[in-house]
């Protein structure tokens, strides 16, 4: 059965810090793979998205993740937090019926 | 544009009774989702629909659960006899193309259901 694995369920991280939050999937197709974000009091937004090309992608407000085929893995990346960036993380990968499967979440709380 | 849409934003409703949830996807999108979020479950799929026709049921929980689309846009998530076990945020999702996997899907704000 396809699955979504992420490694950090609660981090802190003060402003100006750099993040990185894993991702681990398993699928054995091809895959398209999502991060998603959830703002306080908001709606699930996406971040950024994998289909196909350069594995390394760029998302909205400074996020990138890279795509690494021979781990399984699309760990999300900000080199600089901003209190802003307080919210639940979301990874996702998508099934052949086009249905989100979701990892766990990740609850990041970044202190100004 | 206009996003997905969703109605009621909270229900609270009692043990026993019925409750209907509703979706507006955006417009022209022909794939709708429905998913629920609730604390120790996370982010669970329950059901897709491509126009009218739902080729995915697989995430449904019971059969107290159904879903229908009408004219290939408005939901509708309907569930009987509500448990306590059901409360959790319901959300849609709708997507463009009909080939599914590729897609980006675009959530609404989601519907609280509460059962007392």
């Known amino acids: 059965a396809q699955s979504v694995s992420q490694h950090n369920h609660h981090v802190i991280l003060s402003e100006a810090a750099s993040l990185e939050l894993g991702c681990n999937y398993s699928?054995?197709?091809?895959?398209?793979l999502f991060w998603y974000v959830q703002y306080p009091g908001q709606h699930l937004q996406l971040l950024l998205k994998y289909f196909s090309g350069d594995p390394l992608v760029k998302g909205i407000k400074g996020f990138e993740a890279e795509f690494i085929k021979s781990k399984f893995s699309f760990n999300l990346r900000k080199p600089s937090m901003q209190w802003s960036d307080t919210a639940e993380y979301f990874c996702a990968v998508t099934s052949n019926t086009g249905k989100l499967i979701f990892g766990q979440g990740t609850t990041l709380q970044v202190k100004p | 544009g206009a996003g997905v849409s969703q109605s009621p934003s909270n229900k609270v409703t009692e043990k026993g009774k019925d409750v209907e949830l509703r979706c507006d996807p955006i417009?022209?999108?022909?794939?709708l989702y429905w998913y629920r979020q609730s604390l120790g479950q996370g982010l669970e799929f329950l059901i897709y629909?491509?126009?009218?026709?739902?080729?995915?049921k697989s995430g449904l929980p019971s059969d107290r659960f159904s879903a229908e689309r009408t004219g290939g846009s408005v939901s509708t998530l309907t569930i009987q006899r509500t448990q306590q076990e059901d409360s959790a945020v319901y959300l849609c999702a709708s997507s463009f193309l009909s080939s599914g996997r590729s897609d980006t899907q675009y959530f609404g704000p989601g519907t609280r259901l509460t059962v007392l």
């Open positions: 417009s022209g999108h022909t794939a």
């Open positions: 629909f491509q126009g009218n026709s739902a080729p995915d």
């Open positions: 699928y054995g197709g091809t895959v398209n």
